[in-house]
């Protein structure tokens, strides 16, 4: 009998001991007579069902999760390898309510393809946006891109094609494409699912953006973080060299393209894009007072088109369907789908792909389940950590750009992380302060000293001392960093701190200590 | 090799590239375990820089150590994802276990404590890495378990 078996190399399953189930499910095997074949994918992104095993069957991949190395032999036993009945059968994982109500886009292949097999991309769409682009020329490729809705992903929500426009408009000679890949939110792992997942997506979506503005190098600005996202991203990018996808010819069009991957050093003012650029030219990743724009003056003074790892990986589905059936999906100004990542204390953690427009109740009910301490949830924050915390009373708003930024949030990155009543909000608010202090370049003054003050300031609310006085200095703090810091670390660390404030008062009130 | 002329030979692998500091500073690091004193200024002539804009970069970027660490390096992740799901326990659990603070070392240079903040795991949060190994859902038996096979 032989048999083929998925499990994911993502790091999340791995985190969870997914390289210990798969040796151990092969010695099983093997003990067993069955002629098994571990094939390794990207997660589905259902993480609290990892290690995920999907065994291939007559009705398709059966799942059975979580698979801990210790409860391999007893499933084997009982026939895992026929997709017989199991307490830890969850069925054909397709039709896995949690994933079956998603709406994949960027997200179609992550899970169901080995990563790296290229014919497999190829096979399931790979390669077809680049051909459309290809027979579209460079401004019709803008066009779809700009009529498609697509905003930028990383946190900006830029719209993609202007940005793309601008790059085109400049002057021809040496222009480039760079992918932001530091994805140092808390809560987010998209992109590190991505590029983990579906690495060819985002090398195509490079590729395109390539082609559309006339640049012949790509850089891809990866967090040294992530170092199973570097290897896949190494691997791929050497077998599509080969297969004449990268190089002088990309797809014997003519079209000269390579891609190039640097790793940052452990700096989340990295993920800006000024900063990234000057971390790419091997400098002290300092923000850039702009104008000019990157799109007119990037990376080593030339064009760049920067852009987001999800952004970019987009950009093929958008390219190979059409811009309006990209569009269809959304509501007014968020076109198109989002990966949200449910993070936290939460129950069913994972990646949630859907048009724009859920609530943030729907996200943490439905798909979440609740708090994973089984408490109510208390607060979420949204878009990182420099995202605002909404209480309870705010989680019928719509998980879409309008929608958050009317209540002052924020979508960000699309990272949502709960917390149970347990929270200290007025601890999460000294820890946003303390976090900007520890990740501020220090070039300018409000980020730099505002937030080492902040966190005095809030550490000495915590304290109970001089608490009237230290809260208007906060206020005073958190002005003067909205309006005087260069770039978003220090203009944003405020609102993390004053949504704790303006919907958690009563965390920031007198305590007795040890009450 | 010496150890200059092993610096000379990472910088000259890379000194045509754009950009090259941050990755010849990688490379250094993956060497020696850090970026040693005695690297600015070999780097920074090679390269024609000052000694001062090679120490800017190097002081810049949390991921360079001027100091090798460990034997081991175990890192814990003190974002917010990582503490909604009870990290702060991990955290102090770690500090306990060892008797050090974040960025320290154990007196007998086995084991060098390091916060992260955020290692993309936030869905398996707590989340922490122990010589480059990941391990989400962290509890202080499942960071002991990881810890003792590694240095055992």
Redesign the interface.
Known sequence: MSVTAWVPRDAGALAVGAQATARKLQSEAKAAGVDLTIRRNGSRGLYWLEPLVEIECAEGRIAYGPVTEREVPDLVAKGLLKGAAHRLRIGPIEEHPWLATQQRLTFARVGRIDPLDLAAYRATGGYKGLARALELGPEATVNEVLESGLRGRGGAAFPTGIKWQTVLRQPAGQKYVTCNADEGDSGTFSDRMLMEGDPYALMEGMTIAGFAVGATRGFIYLRVEYPHAFKVLASVLSTAREAGLLGDDVLGSGNSFDIEVRLGAGAYICGEETSMLESLEGRRGEVRVRPPLPAEKGLFGAPTVVNNVITLATVPTILAGGAAAYRDYGQAKSRGTLPLQLAGNIRRGGLVERAFGLTVRELLEDYGGGSQSGRPIRAVQIGGPLGAYLPASQFDTPLEYEGLSAIGALLGHGGVVAFDDTVDMLEMARYAMEFCAIESCGKCTPCRIGSVRGAEALAAISRGEDRERQLVLVEELCDTMLNASLCGLGGMTPFPVQSAMKHFPEDFRLRTRGG | MSAEARIVAIVERHRHR??????I??DVQADFGCIPSGAVPVIASTLNMSRAEVH??VS?????RTRAPGRHVLQICR???????GGRAIESHAQKRFGIGFGETTADGQVTLDA??????????P?A?FD?E????VTPESLDALIDAGTR
């Not at chain 2, 754009?18 to 990755?23: K, R, T």
């Not at chain 2, 993309?120 to 949060?125: E, H, I, K, T």
């Not at chain 2, 990941?134 to 859902?137: D, P, Q």
């Open positions: 754009d950009g090259p500091l941050i990755e500073l990688h800017g970069v810049f970027y949390h991921h360079f974002a917010e994802s990582c503490q909604a799901a992260v903040f955020c290692l993309g795991l936030c869905a398996c949060s989340a890495m480059g990941v391990l989400g859902r």
